[in-house]
C-alpha cells in the first residue's frame, strides 16, 4: 500500500503561482509513476502532469509552458510548481501514484485532494 499526502493548495490571483507537494509513504518501492490530476465538479478528472522514476514528464496541452513536475526521491516527494495561473486551472487537484506489474496490471494510489482556486 502506497499513502499520499498533499499540500500547498489554497486562494491565489490569477497570475500567480503556487507550489503543491505530495508526500509519499509506505511500499514506494513499488512506485513507477507519480503525477497530478484536477478534478471540477461534473467533469471527469483529467491528467495534468507525470513524472516517471526515470524522470520523464508528461503535461496537459493546457498547462504545457505554465506548469512544472519534479520530483524528490530522496524525500519521495513530488511537486507541482504552477505558475500564470488562470481561473480555468480552478478544481481540486489529485496526487497519484501508479505501480506497473506488467502491460496488463498497475494499481493507483490516490490522494485526499487540495483545492486550487484562481480568482480573476
Known amino acids: 500500500q502506497v499513502q499520499l499526502v498533499e499540500s500547498g493548495g489554497g486562494l491565489v490571483q490569477a497570475g500567480g503561482s503556487l507550489r503543491l507537494s505530495c508526500a509519499a509513504s509506505?511500499?514506494?518501492?513499488?512506485?513507477?509513476?507519480m503525477g497530478w490530476y484536477r478534478q471540477v465538479p461534473g467533469k471527469q478528472r483529467e491528467l495534468v502532469a507525470v513524472?516517471?522514476?526515470?524522470?520523464?514528464?508528461n503535461y496537459a496541452d493546457s498547462v504545457k509552458g505554465r506548469f512544472t513536475i519534479s520530483r524528490d526521491k530522496s524525500k519521495n516527494t513530488v511537486y507541482l510548481r504552477m505558475n500564470s495561473l488562470k481561473p480555468e486551472d480552478t478544481a481540486v487537484y489529485y496526487c497519484?501514484?501508479?505501480?506497473?506489474?506488467?502491460?496488463?496490471?498497475?494499481?493507483?494510489?490516490w490522494g485526499q485532494g487540495t483545492q486550487v482556486t484562481v480568482s480573476s
Open positions: 509506505g511500499s514506494i518501492f513499488s512506485i513507477n509513476v
Open positions: 497519484n501514484a501508479e505501480s506497473i506489474y506488467n502491460s496488463n496490471d498497475s494499481q493507483h494510489y
Open positions: 513524472i516517471t522514476s526515470g524522470s520523464r514528464t
